[in-house]
């Protein structure tokens, strides 16, 4: 069931037999997908198919405010499946350790990462798909309110946020329009 969506879904191939998403073309190499990597989030439940699947099937589910078609939430899910996936994203796949930025806390008040955003949309905790796109913004903001213009991180939040943008505008302009930016 699952074949006939890679195929729909322009700009997003199927990678591997476990229906890992990735993008057809890369325009730089920070944004290639790691090779092999099934999911770098150890948070998100996986089953014997992947992550990939975990968000089809939570998507094809009745969301709880019934407002958004189940075709938007499955194309939300390979999007963001197809981000967490990219090189330059792997810093915002996880929550921001502690040990490593001892400030942070005090800092951003509300943290958060792809990796949070994907199971809180695979477990259905999201009500619409501004919510979705809400968090999503916030792990870029999050970003840019902690590092500096120059810091190497800052420049992959700019990549990844890009990438997101494309893959978003190209299978769903409509869910793209709701979508604000941090990165213009």
């Not at 998507?59 to 999007?79: A, F, H, M, T, Y």
């Not at 903001?141 to 978003?168: G, M, S």
Request: glycine content about 4%; proline content about 9%.
């Amino acid at each position: 069931h699952t074949e006939a969506l890679s195929g729909s879904i322009p700009g997003v191939a199927a990678a591997t037999p476990m229906l890992h998403y990735l993008p057809a073309s890369s325009p730089e190499p920070p944004c290639t997908p790691q090779a092999g990597n099934t999911m770098s989030v150890s948070s998100v439940p996986q089953d014997s198919a992947g992550i990939s699947s975990n968000v089809l099937v939570a998507s094809r589910q009745k969301r709880k405010s019934g407002r958004n078609p189940p075709k938007n939430w499955e194309i939300l899910g390979i999007v963001l499946q197809a981000t967490v996936l990219l090189r330059a994203a792997e810093p915002f796949t996880t929550p921001v350790d502690e040990s490593e930025a001892p400030d942070y806390s005090d800092i951003i008040k509300v943290p958060m990462d792809l990796g949070q955003v994907q199971y809180k949309l695979v477990n259905r905790q999201y009500d619409t798909i501004q919510d979705v796109l809400e968090d999503v913004s916030l792990v870029f903001r999050n970003c840019t309110v902690y590092n500096k213009e120059d810091a190497p991180v800052y420049k992959k939040a700019q990549i990844t946020e890009r990438h997101f943008c494309k893959v978003l505008n190209d299978n769903s302009p409509d869910i793209f329009g709701k979508y604000e930016r941090v990165f213009l």
